[in-house]
């Protein structure tokens, strides 16, 4: 060997033998690699797969139950990231840890230096987080308040947190889940700059194009294990999605759509905006039985406030709303529920189920009131758990009995059981947000076939996602969000997704406007 | 540290860790007595005779468990819709004050003054947990406060009713209300003994409660709201509604202790009726993990500590304020003992 | 009206509002600091009680008076403590863990009262804080005795607004305060612990609330008796709201608060007191607080992590 080689080959990081349990669930098993100066690592691998697990070990998050992390040849402690952060390590999370009552500067000041120190020495820290925001070409105003922020602002005052404090190497989690397609190409602008100073940077995906556009060496991670390690250019898309889900994938390809009668009208439709959510904007959209619209757009748009007045939670402040032709009065959950609307919320732990309810209450969450569950304010739970017995079976929810609470259970099998209470309720609209997210592989088809299904048998689909990806694949045709605004509608395949890039970054809405 | 929920909490641990909590009490009680110089078996001997050792005592603990039944189950009500109640002592004079003003001021005959009382009682203690509700979910005020708070403004507004309008004239100076007519008083359980209908309205109450949490579909809805009001509202239960009818029940049963202290025991009102009976219905309620059914087994267990603790406190050198530390240290013990039984704790 | 005008000229009255605020804006700053870490601290009123008792009873055993201080402060982070262990690291509810530490506090301040005064009626007095003489301040006409004939103690509280302010807004300490309160995950993915930042929060915050106490027993009166705190605690916290989380703010509503406590008790001795009961005056500082409570509801800037239990690994 060399001694250029050497100097090319540095190892800044190395993780050996990393295992981590929660409870039965093997989350990573003996994982070990290392990372080299200067050098970009994919982490691949589904929902669920370990990723975030291995990281949040590395940077201190987790204590793992075996294996050890090595910095720069020394051994980290292990549940500190304090100690991380000293030795070098910096982590962009995917929900991002930022203060939102205080300042860009405050923020990126926290936690360094000692607590007890007097002063908060601003000025000169201003001037270096300015220096840096013009190094790497992260612009951002270091005295504007988060709450004050944009998403893709937000997440470079994350990257500067971390360069602020020296990071050699940079962990970055899902960075692109948030961003628009140009926002992406800048980001990864900024992370060849990174690497062409020394850095070294893990990232953190399950997109394959992105993976093979900025990294050099893929790691693939399934169930929780270590499955393969291949140099980019030695590889392809096929042969990385093989290895990330153990067999082919076959996406759902809906035949074509035949679309029917408007079912619902938003026309001229505002809503009040909500702290930092923006409203809705004066939007007119239509959405017709036997197609699935599917609205793109970037986190934080405009998606929250119309799934909220889609499925009651939210009444219009203007504008009009109208169901099969009626214009709506009164407009609540309730309501939205009665005019046949099936709702697949975002967040299915915090709003679609009661964690410590039986699966039972939880089928019955939007039914608890009807025959047979009940009568005259009586619950008839005999009745309410046959129901749910039968869906349990139609719908293949994996869990411990209709009696078992339904924190119990995972992702994929929580959005079945959703899944099932909307679709039996045989909904002529169906709102679906986000509603495969955070799924592994296995339940992403399930659910997505479900819904062509339901489209095929006459339901009108309202799917919004912030994974243009899934949008291109089951949409008839394609509106994008921004800031509360709808852009005009597209057929499927009629834009680019760089084009739709466009759109949702808001460009062409003044013209259209 | 950290904590990792446990999926599957063996029987051990279910049973173990409350019993652990227990005692711990225990050995807090030894302590107690010790630093008060007293021997904590023979403490221990005087308050359990002092509670169940003679018919005169258990009767006596079943009277102030009375109250705290009703205490405890509007707590528990409350508590199960994540309605932070903490005036139960409020709504408590609410209902004593309309039992007395019905009784004494309508001149109505017993068999129609009675549920009539206990009708005004209710409404009376409904309408003041209304107010802080209604300013809970129109403008989003902590109910905590509001409720606390509204504790302190009854009791000097009974206070002035004792002194003023509603003062007894044969009462030789003291503040207190006039008497109920023998008539509209609740009959004694069992001929002879110190014994009222009011602890058997309590039972019932306890079982309405329980049935109406696990039968109907109010009770489902406060159990959603609870647990998860996101999720409630997005499946499209009136979650404020929902807070609304918990308020007017739980207000409602506050209220009963109060109508069943006056009509059952006391026979008129005076600024005392309640020794914390509303404050005390918080530790009840958790200690029974605001079961209703476990209501009744919790309300006993703190009036046999209250009562024993008084009767020993006569006899030993023990301040009876000793009864109060064990329930309050009890309690935090116990909601200790209770997530100990769902997360085990891990470094890291 | 006249009866309103004379009372808000007379000096007495300015000394009693300072005096009547003192306990208050150190409990108010307890509960401040404890609810911007992010954990509402409902034990305020029994470790004002405690703090009530430690302090005297330290004096009357033959304390010196700032001893007696510093023995309430303790016995109230004793308590902070407990409760900082049950609902930081343990992230039990803070609603029951504060109302079982008040009963616990108030009930453990009784028997240890009782044990060492087994037999008295007339609650025994001690020498209380005296009026600190400020040479020249003090000797001023009207204004003398109307700001400079305070103890040391209300000095003390003043002086604990500004060091809190400070602290809060200008030094790494409060950063990481403030941030706990808002985003528990920023204070750790910075290297921070918020277990060890809430917790600190809760003893010193609990600590100042026992002081707040002490000053009831220590300055304001001579002796300890039975609820003589009378729900100063929840005042407190519905000062906190009132001041929107911000310490000046904060003092601001204790004055004013204290403005109409002593503006009612001495209407209660004018021709309005022959007509309306003594009882509603008293009602005056609840009242308050609730109105106090319904004004901010809309406006106020709760810190977002308040009574969010953060758990390490929780994602």
Known sequence: MTLQDTARDETVLRLSGITKRFGALTANDAISFSLAKGEVVALLGENGAGKTTLMNILFGHYTADAGEVEVFGQALPPGQPGAALAAGVGMVHQHFTLADNMTVLENVLLGTGSLWSPGLGKPAARRRLQALSEDFGLRVDPDARVAELSVGERQRVEILKALYRDARVLILDEPTAVLTPQEADALFLTLRRMVAQGLSVIFISHKLHEVMAISSRVLVLRHGKLVGEVATHDTDRHQLATLMVGAEIT?????????GAVLMRLAGLSTTPQGNRPGLRGIDLDIKAGQILGVAGVSGNGQGALADLVSGVTSPSEGRLEIAGDRVEGWNPRAALAAGIGRIPEDRHRTGT???????????????????????????????????????????????????????????????????????????????????????????????????????????????????????????????????????????????????????????????? | MRLDPIAAPTPARTLGLPALAILATIALAAALAAIAGANPLETFGLIVKGAVGSKFATLETLNRATPLIFTGLAVATAFRARLWNIGAEAQLYAGALMTVVIGTQLGLPGPLALPLMALGAIVAGALVLLGPVLLKTR?????????????????????????????????????????????????????????????????????GVWVMQTRTTLGYEIRAVGQNPQAARFAGIPVGRVLIKTALISGGLAALAGFSEVAGLKGNLTSDLSPDFGYTGIIVAMLALLHPLGVVVSALFVAGIFVGSDSMSRAAEVPTYIADILLAAALLFMVLAILLTRYRVVRG | MTEIVDILISASFWAAVLRIASPLIFATMGELICERAGVLNLGIEGIMVIGAFAGWMTVYAGGGLWTGVAVAMLAGMAFGALHGLLTVPFGLSQHVVGLGITLLATASAYYAYRLALPEVTNPPRIAPFEPLHIPGLSDLPWLGEALFSQTALTWAGFACVAAVSLVLYRTPLGLALRAAGENPHAVEAQGLSVGAIRMGAVIVGSGLMAVGGAFLTMSAFSSFFFEMVNGRGWICIALVVFGAWKPGKALLGALLFAGFDALQVRLQQTGMGQVVPYQVFLMIPYLLSILALILMSRRAQVPAALMTPFNRGDR
């Open chain 1, 251 to 259: 996406a759902p390809a809906p035949a074509e759509a035949r679309p």
């Open chain 1, 354 to 513: 009661v964690a410590d309810f039986t699966l039972t209450e939880n089928a019955v969450l939007e039914s608890y009131r009807d025959a047979p569950n009940a009568r005259a304010g009586w619950m008839n739970w005999s009745a309410a758990r046959r129901t749910t017995e039968a869906l349990i079976a139609k719908y293949d929810v994996r869990c411990p009995g209709s009696e078992a609470r339904i924190r119990l259970l995972s992702g994929g099998n929580m959005q079945k059981l959703i899944l099932g209470r909307v679709l039996e309720a045989a909904p002529r609209i169906i709102l679906a947000n986000q509603p495969v997210r955070g799924l592994d592989i296995g339940a992403v088809t399930y659910v997505q076939e479900q819904l062509i299904a339901a489209r095929d048998a006459g339901a009108a689909v309202l799917l919004i996602s912030e994974d243009l990806d899934e949008i291109l694949t089951l949409s008839d045709v394609i509106r994008v969000i921004s800031d509360g605004r709808l852009s005009p509608e597209f057929a499927r395949g009629e834009k680019t997704p760089a084009e739709l890039g466009q759109w949702m970054a808001g460009q062409g809405f003044d013209h259209a406007a």
């Open chain 2, 139 to 207: 403008l989003g005020v902590d109910e905590v406060v509001t409720t606390l708070l509204l504790n302190f403004i009854m009791a000097l507004f009974i206070s002035y009713l004792l002194e003023g309008p509603l003062k007894d004239p044969m009462g030789m100076g003291w503040p207190k209300s006039p008497a109920l007519p023998r008539d509209a008083r609740l009959p004694r359980l069992v001929e002879g003994l110190r014994l009222h209908w009011g602890f058997a309205l309590a039972l019932i109450c306890a079982l």
